[in-house]
Every structure is written in C-alpha cells, then in structure tokens.
C-alpha cells in the first residue's frame, strides 16, 4: 500500500471529482490534474474508489452502501465487511404492473419493452453442440422391424427424440441405439476406451449386425434450415423451428419490478446531469424473485464518469462492472484474504453477470457491449436507441457475431413508459454509451 503524504493527503473524495491523478511509478509521484475549470475557493475531490470506508458527503445516496466498521482499532484503513442485507426499490404507486397477480404472464405484446430478436444459436459446424451414442450398422435393411422391436422391449424406443432412428447411407442401415455418455459430458481423444454396455450384449445375434460402435450426434434439434443442414451430416436430425417471437415469458412481478428498475435509472441520469456528468446510468438488481439472491445480494448503480474521471472509458456499464467485483473481491475477513482457495477471486470471475438483468439508459456502445458478453449478463435493458454507436443492434450487434461464446437477451424499454419529457437522456448521436 502507498500512503500519499504532504498536499496530496488533502485531497477529500467525491463521486464527481473534478481532479484526476496518475501515478508515476518510476519517479514515486503522483501528479493531480484538474479535469474542469475550478471557480476560485472550490474545492478540489478527486475519486477514492467504490470501496469507503466511511460515508461520503456527497453520496448520492447509493443503493448499496458498504456496511461501515465503526471502530476497528486501524484508523479507518480495514477492509469493509461485505454488505449482506437486502435492498429493494420501494414500489411506487403509479406502476402500472404493481397492481394484480404478480405470477399473471403478461401477453408480448403489453410488455414494457420490444425484444431485439438475435438470430437462433448454432449457425456454424463448430458451434454444434454433440454427444456420443452407441450405433449398429445393420446389413440387411429387413431386419430393421426386429432391431426396432429391440428397442422397444429394451424401452429405449423414445430416448432420443431429436434424432432419427435410422441413417441409411451408401447402402448401409445404422441404428442408433444408446447414449453412451450422460448428457453434457465431454470426450476427448485422450480419454479412455468406452466400456461396453451390458445392455449391448444382448443385441439379436441371428441378424448379422456389426459390432455397436460410438459417434458424436447432434445433441438437440436443428432450429433452422441452415443448421439441419448440418447437423444432418452428423446424424439425420429432427427440424423443429421455434415459433418467431419466442422469448422467456414475463410475470407482471417481474415487469413491475423492472419498471421501477427503470424509474431508478431515470431518476438518477437526472441528478448526474445536474452534476455536470453525461447522464448514462447502469443499475443491476438482484434477480427478480430468487429466493436466496447468491447471484448478488444487493443492487448495485454506477453512472458514467468519462467528464469527472477526464478518462474517456469509464463508462457506466464499465463502472457497475467494476464497482459489483470490487464489492464481491472485498475479503469477509483476514484469514480469505490470502486464502489460496478462493477460486473465484484467484481467477477474476467476480466481474460475471450470470443470471443478471443490467437496466441501463442508453444503448451499450461496442465496448459496454462486449464487456457485457465477458460478463455473461443473461438480459440487457435500455432506453434509448443508440444508432450510430450501439452495440446491441445500433451500429452493429455483438451478441449475434458470429464466433461469440455467449448470447443475451436485448430489451428495449417502450419509450412512451418513460418520462423524459425535459430530453435528459437526449445525447449527441456520435456519444458512446
Ligand atoms: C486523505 S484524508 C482527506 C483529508 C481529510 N479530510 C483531512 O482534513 O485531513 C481522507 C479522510 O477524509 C475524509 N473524507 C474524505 N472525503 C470525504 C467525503 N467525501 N466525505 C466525508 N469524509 C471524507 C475521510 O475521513 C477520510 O478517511
């Protein structure tokens, strides 16, 4: 840890500073620079980070305030406990979803927001989920009937669905007969031979079949033409393209709360402009209606600091990222802190969004969107359309590139539901959120 000393230790925090700094580690300096104009007698803040340890003046009253350690003897220099109680956005009167069965599912076409449809997974050979099965080549295709008889005394005649049962090629019958693996297990060439199922050995034995052997299959059903195409060179695959427009269904609990998920947003890209800030705001709840909330205990906002920061990256999807893997790399106590165990914050996994719904009031630019496919946020939901800057379907959208490893749900929030009569959220086309 380095500790500044003589002018530097003066320097108070604020969440929109109007000073920077860099540290210089060859000259063990630290330069301040102002990154506004200062009116005379103004004082100079610069950022401390997400993690206080004690309550800022300036808050602007975060949702997720750390939990303080009122004296613990180090002058205020511990770590913070981590914060477990729950947060909630009161519920305001004028939801139009607070009112109702909460478990009610909502028609598509009264949600708050239009789903941006990304293409059906799976459009490259690679990309092709597989699993191993047993299979039969059976000489003569009049012993099909038996081998199918087989089957269904053995009652595997239903296992399997998405696949065809036979694959007739160059005049060789194959039957596929058996999973050879549990689902979602993988092979690898290194791995050792498969043993033998019992169950094989009592294949007919008067109809001079082959020896059973194993081949990767398609693993579910081709969603569109192009993807039965390939998976039929692995294995005949049933077509079954999924209706248009099918997205997770909404309850009016979970529209409700995204409504005041998006009030919030709101709300705050107003304070941020007073503050001289450009007004994009991320927030990220806990997941509706999880009971435990292991996902993320509390809800956590950031808005975007490009102007107090004078740094041109920090942006706010950026700043929530961040500021939720500081709060979940802040060590419980001493003895985790070197705990060679904890996996997760060895390996950096605590930026993942996994099962998460980021609200935010702008469009993600390319890079917020790309963080966010790192992140693998499971749905993000916005205001404004970004054009000429998006990455969520604006200028170009990331999820759907081909080559990405993660997909996830884009919701564009009906601009008739917010009130921005005063242009808040108005920015200059050319502005990356
Ligand atoms: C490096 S010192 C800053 C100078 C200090 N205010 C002084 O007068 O010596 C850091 C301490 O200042 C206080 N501080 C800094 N920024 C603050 C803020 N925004 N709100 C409340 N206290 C703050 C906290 O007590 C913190 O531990």
Redesign the pocket.
């Known amino acids: 840890m380095a500790l500044v000393l003589g002018l530097g ?6 969440e929109f500073p109007n000073t920077s700094y860099t540290i210089n580690q060859s000259s063990d300096s630290i330069t301040y620079t102002t990154s506004r104009q200062i009116a005379a007698d103004e004082e100079l803040c610069i950022f401390y980070g997400n993690n206080l ?6 808050s602007t009253g975060d949702i997720s305030p750390p939990h303080f350690v009122d004296d613990d003897q180090w002058g ?1 220099l511990s770590t913070i406990d981590v914060y477990t109680e729950h947060n909630h956005i009161a519920m305001s009167n004028h939801n139009p979803f607070s009112q109702g069965d909460p478990s009610g599912i909502i028609p598509e076409e009264t949600l708050p927001f239009d789903r941006f449809k990304p293409l059906p997974e799976e459009e490259t050979l690679e990309s092709i989920q597989t699993m191993l099965v047993w299979v039969v080549d059976i000489a003569d295709p009049r012993h099909t009937g038996t081998m199918l008889k087989w089957l269904k005394h053995n009652k595997l005649e239903e296992e399997m669905g998405h696949l065809k049962r036979v694959r007739k090629q160059g005049g060789t019958s194959t039957m596929l007969l058996i999973a050879a693996l549990p689902l979602g297990t993988s092979v690898s060439l290194s791995s050792d031979p498969l043993p033998f199922p019992q169950l094989l050995e009592s294949l007919p034995q008067d109809l001079s079949l082959g020896t059973p052997y194993t081949i990767p299959v398609p693993s579910s059903v081709a969603l569109t033409p192009l993807s039965h195409q390939l998976k039929n060179c692995l294995w005949p695959t049933i077509f079954a393209p999924k209706r248009k427009d099918v997205g997770e269904e909404w309850t009016r609990g979970k529209a409700a709360w995204a409504w005041e998920a998006i009030h919030y947003v709101m709300r705050e890209a107003v304070k941020i402009k007073r503050n001289g800030e450009v007004p994009i705001v991320s927030y990220v709840p806990s997941p509706y209606g999880s009971e435990s909330n292991s996902a993320l205990p509390i809800a956590f906002a950031s808005h975007d600091t490009r102007n107090s920061a004078n740094h041109p990256l920090r942006h706010s999807i950026m700043n929530v990222v961040r500021k939720i893997a500081d709060y979940r790399n802040t060590p419980l106590s001493d003895a985790t802190t070197e705990s060679p165990s904890d996996d997760n914050r060895q390996n950096g996994s605590h930026y993942l969004l996994t099962s998460l719904t980021l609200f935010t009031s702008h469009e993600p630019c390319v890079m917020c969107s790309m963080a966010l496919l790192h992140s693998r946020v499971k749905e993000v939901v916005y205001i404004r359309a970004m054009g000429k800057t998006g990455g969520c379907g604006g200028l170009t959208c990331l999820p759907v590139l081909k080559g990405v490893n993660h997909r996830f749900g884009i919701l564009r929030w009906k601009a008739d539901l917010v009130d921005d009569e005063d242009g808040i959220l108005v920015l200059d086309d050319d502005v990356d959120a």
């Not at 230790?9 to 604020?14: D, P, R, T």
């Open positions: 230790s003066l320097l108070n925090h604020s340890w004690f309550r800022s003046a300036d205020g």
